[in-house]
């Protein structure tokens, strides 16, 4: 089985643009979730979903958007992006929320 | 409320010596308690996990870590560290029944030849 799949791998993005970030798992675990990170701040939750059709605000929610429409699937939305954004962006996903989570490859972006 | 602390954001070891990474927690109902590895271009993956069984938790590639609930603290060791130990690490916290997992900042393992 594939995991978790992310898409881009990297993409570089100018500024006040707007991007999705995809990601898909294929384990049918109820919890996923994006985080971001940046060098010396660890990971950082940005927003999560607890089962299909639910989502809730992480750390560091502001400028970011999510959807849960089905339980594969759980992409992250940058409405209008900004320099600040630029981070490597991982999904998870994991069978609660309490479970130990399986996360993607990653997403490198750069916005300028 | 869950919290973890992860000392040393560097560690520098000698291949071949102890390796020892330190991890404290705090939380007000029993923990489930893991370790992640991070290989460099790559998303985490877990090394081992602690959830309320044995206190002494062995995972992948000779990592091993206990649970000392006096100490609060989850220590990840390794006998004798390998070249390709060298990785960043992070300790993370989550409760039974919790929604969210908390991470630790990370722990930059470099082994020296």
């Known amino acids: 089985t594939a995991g978790i799949t992310q898409a881009p791998?990297?993409?570089?993005l100018a500024a006040g643009r707007s991007m999705t970030l995809r990601c898909t798992q294929d384990?049918?675990?109820n919890a996923m979730y994006w985080y971001r990170q940046d060098l010396g701040l660890g990971l950082r939750l940005i927003h999560y979903s607890n089962t299909a059709g639910t989502?809730?605000?992480?750390?560091?929610?502001?400028?970011y958007s999510v959807s849960r429409a089905n339980t594969d699937d759980f992409p992250l939305t940058l409405a209008s992006a900004v320099p600040s954004q630029t981070s490597v962006y991982f999904c998870a996903s994991s069978v609660s929320g309490y479970n130990e989570q399986?996360?993607?490859?990653?997403t490198r972006l750069t916005v300028l | 409320a869950q919290s973890v602390t992860q000392l040393g954001s560097h560690v520098s070891v000698s291949e071949g010596a102890l390796v020892l990474l330190r991890c404290n927690y705090s939380s007000s109902v029993p923990p489930y308690l893991f370790w992640y590895v991070q290989y460099p271009n790559q998303g985490l993956q877990l090394l081992l996990k602690y959830t309320s069984a044995a206190t002494l938790v062995k995972g992948i590639n000779g990592f091993?870590?206990?649970?000392?609930?006096?100490?609060?603290?989850?220590?990840?060791?390794?006998?004798?560290?390998?070249?390709?130990?060298?990785?960043?690490?992070?300790c993370a916290v989550s409760v039974t029944g919790g929604f969210?997992?908390?991470?630790g900042a990370g722990t930059?393992?470099?082994v020296k030849a």
């Not at chain 1, 989502?55 to 502001?62: A, C, L, S």
């Not at chain 2, 969210?100 to 991470?103: A, H, S």
């Open chain 1, 9 to 12: 791998t990297s993409q570089i």
């Open chain 1, 27 to 29: 384990m049918r675990h």
């Open chain 1, 55 to 63: 989502t809730g605000k992480g750390e560091v929610p502001d400028g």
């Open chain 1, 102 to 106: 399986f996360f993607g490859p990653g």
């Open chain 2, 64 to 90: 091993e870590a206990e649970f000392k609930k006096s100490e609060t603290s989850f220590h990840l060791t390794k006998p004798s560290a390998h070249m390709s130990d060298a990785a960043e690490y992070f």
């Open chain 2, 100 to 103: 969210k997992t908390i991470f």
């Open chain 2, 108 to 110: 930059r393992l470099f």
